[in-house]
Every structure is written in C-alpha cells, then in structure tokens.
C-alpha cells in the first residue's frame, strides 16, 4: 500500500472516493464560490490525488454540476414523497390537505436546515445569474414545478384558492433560505428555529386558513 505524503489529510477508507470527492466539493463550492476552488483544493481536502478527482467526476465544470445533482438529488427523494403524501390527502378535503402542506412545508425546512451548504452552493450560484443559468433548469425547476403543480390540484380539488401558485413557491422556498442564512449567525439557533416554524405556518394559514377559503 503507498504511503501517505507527511502532512497529506488521510481519506476517510469507510466511503465510496466519488462520494467523499462530492462531499468536500460540494462544501467547498458552497464556502468559496466556482472561480475560488480548484481540483488540487478539492483533492487536497479528500486526501486523494487530482487524477482521482479527474477519475471520478470529470473536469471542475462536471465536478460544479455533479454537486447540485447530488443535492437536487437527496432534496427531490423527500419533497416527493412528502408531495406525494399530499396529493393523497386532497380527496380528503380541506382541513386535510392544508395539513399534508404544512407537513411538506415542515419537510422542507427540516431538509434545508439539516444540510445548510445547500443554500450556500445555490446563493453563490444565483450571486451570478447569468452564469452556470443551465444549473437551474435542471436541479430547481423541477422541484418548484412539483409543489406548484400540487397547488394547483388542490385549487382544482376546492381545498384552496391560489391564483399564482409558482410565486407562492418562490417566495416560500427564498424565505427557508433567507432563514437557514440568518440560522448560521443566530446566537440562539433553537429560538431561530422555532420562531421561523411558527412564521411559514402562520404563512400558510394566511394564504388557505378557513377564513381565507
């Protein structure tokens, strides 16, 4: 077996290269920007070589897309689901589906609080919008189209009324970001948590509470 080089980070042996790679990609994108990081930094930090990074996820161009798939990809299993719990619950009337958004929504902030480098790869992303623009067609688009296609099935079904439901969506999903950014610098992080939860309901309530059906 070679040696590891003195002073060289030693890999973590108990995950897959490719995963370890996107992991530390994916978090030093997420600090640093596209332009700031380069394959022998993101080598460096996985303790592996730049061939292996080359190996594994192609040039840095593949390896800045390969990131946002990865994370598209945990964030798609858990809204559809929670999408899918959803749509079973419109035949069930209002007060029912009401309560399948404010469980998605509840989805929603859990996912983006547990994994807070996700808002950070997208805000830099989006700190330069006509750049890498290909990025949001295929790893945010589809999820914003998700929930909205579910508001307006629930508009169809009579269990709301929501005339745009894709500005709804946005400003829902800027407003979880807003407070993950706000949740790094809180000095009370289970206030921040709590009172942000108690704001997206008091949201929702707003938009298709009964006294606005």
Do not use: N
């Not at 009337?93 to 009401?98: F, M, S």
């Not at 999820?143 to 929501?162: I, M, S, W």
């Amino acid at each position: 077996m070679p040696r590891r080089r003195p002073g060289r980070p030693r890999r973590d042996e108990t995950r897959p290269t490719r995963e370890l790679v996107l992991t530390v990609a994916t978090r030093l994108f997420a600090e640093r920007g596209f332009d700031a990081v380069g394959l022998r930094d993101v080598a460096a930090a996985a303790g592996v070589d730049v061939a292996t990074v080359s190996h594994h996820t192609g040039t840095k161009a593949q390896l800045y897309d390969a990131c946002f798939a990865r994370v598209f990809a945990a964030e798609r299993q858990v809204l559809e689901a929670a999408a899918e719990r959803a749509r079973s619950a419109l035949p069930a009337g209002p007060e029912a589906a009401r309560r399948a958004l404010h469980d998605l929504v509840d989805v929603f902030v859990d996912f983006l609080e547990d994994r807070p480098e996700t808002t950070a790869l997208w805000l830099r992303r989006w700190l330069e919008p006509h750049r890498h623009a290909e990025l949001d067609e295929r790893y945010a688009a589809p999820l914003y189209r998700l929930v909205a296609e579910l508001l307006t099935a629930a508009a169809a079904a009579g269990a709301l009324v929501e005339p745009t439901p894709h500005i709804t969506v946005r400003s829902l999903v800027w407003a979880v970001h807003g407070h993950v950014v706000a949740l790094a610098a809180a000095p009370s992080g289970a206030r921040e948590r709590r009172e942000f939860r108690m704001f997206v309901h008091r949201f929702l309530d707003g938009l298709y509470g009964p006294a606005g059906s």
